[in-house]
Each structure stands twice: as C-alpha cells, then as structure tokens.
Nanobody
Framework: VQLQASGGGLVQAGDSLRLSCVVSGRTLSSYHMGWFRQAPEKEREFVAATTWSDISYYADSVKGRFTCSRDNAKNIVYLEVNSVTPDDTGVYYC???????????????????WGQGTQVTVSS
C-alpha cells in the first residue's frame, strides 16, 4: 500500500485547510488511518485517527478544530483543519495501521505505512 498526502500550504492564523491522503495498492477499508504532524526540532505527534469502522479520535490540542474523515469508495482520507494557529505549523503525515488495539493508533509505532508528508505553515 502507498499513501500520498497533499493539501498543505502557507496560511494565516484563523484560516482553514483540507488535507487529503490518497491510498493506493489496497482498499482503504482494510486500514485504520492516522494523521500525525512534526514541527521543526520536535517529535512527531498524533493529531487524529479514523478507524476502519469510521470512528474518529483527536489529540486534545486539535479537538473541536480538526475533523478526520474517510471516503472508502474513493480511497481517500481527509483532515479538515480549521481555526489554525502558528502552533499547528509542521509537516503533516498520513499513516495506515492494522493494529488490533485502539490505543496503538495514538503512537507512531502503531502504524506500518507512512506517506511522504505535506507542509502546513501558519503565519500569525
């Protein structure tokens, strides 16, 4: 399976973006999907995840502002990013997981396949 993330860009605080992750090689419905981000000189951190049964989870820092969704027919996962702040700046990665436990979706170790990332830069 391959993942291709896109949709990043340079935006101002308060703006919105929609990130996309196209899944190829296998059907999206086979995987839990996650979004992580990595700011310069920081660890990659969990942002959001959607299970194969379409249940979503969010980091506290983005809850209420970000929405993760999936379109199994199109093999695409989305991350709607609203009311951005400079703290949301980073490279956003999508990842695929076959984990058996939900807790695994909150850590990088729970994912076996990663996309290349898309840069989001928020100016104040």
């Amino acid at each position: 399976v391959q993942l291709q993330a896109s949709g990043g860009g340079l935006v101002q605080a308060g703006d919105s973006l929609r990130l996309s992750c196209v899944v190829s090689g296998r059907t999206l419905s086979s995987y839990h999907m996650g979004w992580f981000r990595q700011a310069p000189e920081k660890e990659r951190e969990f942002v959001a995840a959607t299970t194969w049964s379409d249940i979503s989870y969010y980091a506290d820092s983005v809850k209420g502002r970000f929405t993760c969704s999936r379109d199994n027919a199109k093999n695409i996962v989305y991350l709607e990013v609203n009311s951005v702040t400079p703290d949301d700046t980073g490279v956003y990665y999508c990842a695929a997981s076959s984990a058996s436990y939900i807790s695994a979706l909150f850590t990088t170790n729970g994912y076996s396949v990663w996309g290349q990332g898309t840069q989001v830069t928020v100016s104040s």
